[in-house]
């Protein structure tokens, strides 16, 4: 699919991995409906990508809100025009052990995760193009690995992967088009000091914002999208990970101790509008 001149609602636009991809769509000449939580900053980032002038604009919404949800189909009703493709990437995140977890916390979760990320789909496939929509989830590599410390998270991302193939499977006899993409660690704003400090000891790289944009346009651009996992050795640890699942709990119970002294280190409150603070592992 080209880019330019495509219609593009994108959620979660005011975090960074959501910033990154709207100014790579900018740059390629998509139309740009950025939704997110902060009015300052998507004036800011639409201004700077001149999204007004190319014909897109900007929708500030809770998307795990009925109200929310409604300003979205309120605005896609007045565009009468339908949309090329959705892109759900507002995510939030729980760092700790489970025990340690704020219930209130966790239901935040899994309400923007799982259920406001299905919910807005369902209200957005009407308005797609019936010949070449295409649906991108913005998951994580622990959507296909369970990790210690983001039980919560990885059962969130476990959700929207499974979701995602299924949704896929239901419009495989259309021409509309649904893809993964599992980023893996990604240096964002939002990352902790925790976070940082446990995936440096733990010799875990960080992508930027930018390298999940990058791949995001890849997999629009493509003739036919495929589910995409980022980063190497991570696709190997998941793909291990669905086969023989024991190798990597031997891996990570050796990585135990790091990770509950980092968990426990200091209170982890949920962070909005990104993709969260993710790590990935080593066999070492």
Known sequence: MKLKGKLILLTGASGGIGQAIARRLAAQGARLILVGRSTQQLNALARELHVLVNEGF???ADITSRNGRET??????????PLDA????AGVNLFGMLEDNDPDAIEQLIATNVTAT???????????NKNSGRIVNIGSSFGGLGYPGFSAYCASKFA??????????????????VAYLAPRATNT????DAVYAMNRELGTAMDEPEVVAAQL??????PRMRDRNIGWPERLFVRINSIFPRIIDNALRGQLPVIRRHAQSL?????????????SIRLS
């Not at 299905?118 to 797609?128: A, D, G, Y």
């Not at 346009?217 to 493509?222: D, V």
């Not at 209170?267 to 993710?278: G, I, L, M, R, V």
């Open 189 to 192: 704003s939002l990352n902790s």
């Open 217 to 222: 346009e890849s997999m629009l651009s493509a």
């Open 160 to 177: 929207l992967r499974g979701f995602s193939e299924a949704l896929r499977r239901e419009l495989s006899d259309s021409p509309m088009q």
């Open 86 to 89: 959705l892109i759900n990437c």
């Open 58 to 60: 900007i929708l500030q």
């Open 118 to 128: 299905i919910l807005l789909t369902q209200l957005v496939l009407p308005f797609l």
């Open 267 to 279: 209170p982890e409150p949920a962070a909005t509008e990104t993709q969260a603070n993710k790590v």
């Open 72 to 81: 979205i189909r309120t605005a896609l009703l007045a565009l009468q025009e």
